[in-house]
């Protein structure tokens, strides 16, 4: 069975256009492959397991065989359920708003907590090879202002770190297909607001029929 792991990163707010999308997308997608399994990991619903001076410890303890104390020990269980429920997943969606032109905190320490060597990747001589081959991910994002268009001018796209970022992360895992939907510009023509998530539903239905 294929699974689909939905990442949202966005906290509980009333009209977010991400979410509205992300939600859209997950509904076209259930229609579209009723056999897959779909879960959802919300990145505000429980706290992403951190990456802090106990967990360094623990890490340090683990690979020496030195005991472990029970807080330890349910830390480290913590890394390992999230770390396999991510790899165990056939593809990904990603759901996210931007956030002064990068990635919300807590997906960022997501992506810290599933970059670990010989799971998602491995270092060869000829440097880090990707070990998440023949998976794909899609990347939802709302954004206030405009920063991809069809033009093919970039240089608002270069603003957009969190994207770059989160590709770039994906090609390290051996994720080469990443596709994108973007729901921009809402805050910067608020007239065009329904408009603008009445394209990026539309969007979300098709992407989720082939995804």
Avoid: C
């Amino acid at each position: 069975m294929t699974k689909l792991l939905v990442i949202q990163a966005h906290p509980h707010i009333d009209n977010s256009l991400s979410l509205a999308v992300g939600n859209r997308f997950i509904e076209s997608y259930k229609r579209s492959h009723p056999q897959d399994e779909v879960v959802v990991r919300d990145l505000f619903d429980g706290p992403v397991p951190p990456l802090n001076d106990g967990t360094m410890g623990a890490w340090r303890k683990q690979k020496f065989g030195e005991p472990l104390s029970e807080e330890e020990k349910s830390l480290i269980e913590q890394h390992a359920e999230w770390l396999e429920e991510f790899i165990s997943a056939d593809k990904y969606v990603f759901v996210n708003p931007m956030y002064n032109h990068f990635l919300p905190a807590e997906l960022k320490q997501y992506l810290d907590i599933t970059a670990i060597a010989h799971k998602t990747f491995m270092y060869t001589a000829d440097g880090p090879v990707g070990l998440l081959n023949d998976k794909k991910a899609i990347h939802i994002q709302a954004a206030g202002n405009f920063y991809h268009d069809a033009s093919g001018n970039n240089q608002m796209a270069l603003m957009d770190l969190g994207d770059v970022y989160l590709t770039q992360t994906m090609k390290f895992y051996g994720i080469d297909n990443v596709e994108k939907l973007f729901i921009e510009g809402a805050d910067a023509k608020p007239e065009q607001r329904k408009n603008i998530l009445k394209v990026a539903l539309s969007q979300a239905d098709v992407m989720a029929e082939t995804f």
